[in-house]
């Protein structure tokens, strides 16, 4: 149980983060590389949280990219972690 409550603090945390601009997209993706954390975090979850982006430009610009909506930060391939890094930069 510990781990799961953990799982959500830092998830919550990271989107509050993302919001107050204090760490970008690009930090993010690279973050989910090493840390499981951010990695097992949706990229959906990600965007929604960047300043200026909603649910519908999140979605709206995955779908562009060819993301699946219940894809995670870890399993993102290199060129789609460079489309979304032009898309939100």
């Known amino acids: 149980q ?24 690009a930090e993010v993706l690279k973050q989910g590389e090493n840390d499981e954390l951010v990695g097992k975090t949706k990229v959906l979850a990600v965007l929604e949280s960047l300043p200026g982006v909603g649910k519908v430009k999140a979605r709206r610009t995955m779908e562009e990219i060819g993301i699946a909506e219940s894809r995670r930060v870890r399993g993102l391939g290199s060129q789609q972690r460079e489309a979304l890094l032009a898309a939100f930069s």
């Open 2 to 25: 510990k781990t799961r409550c953990s799982f959500w603090q830092a998830g919550a945390e990271l989107k509050e983060r993302l919001k107050l601009g204090s760490i970008t997209l």
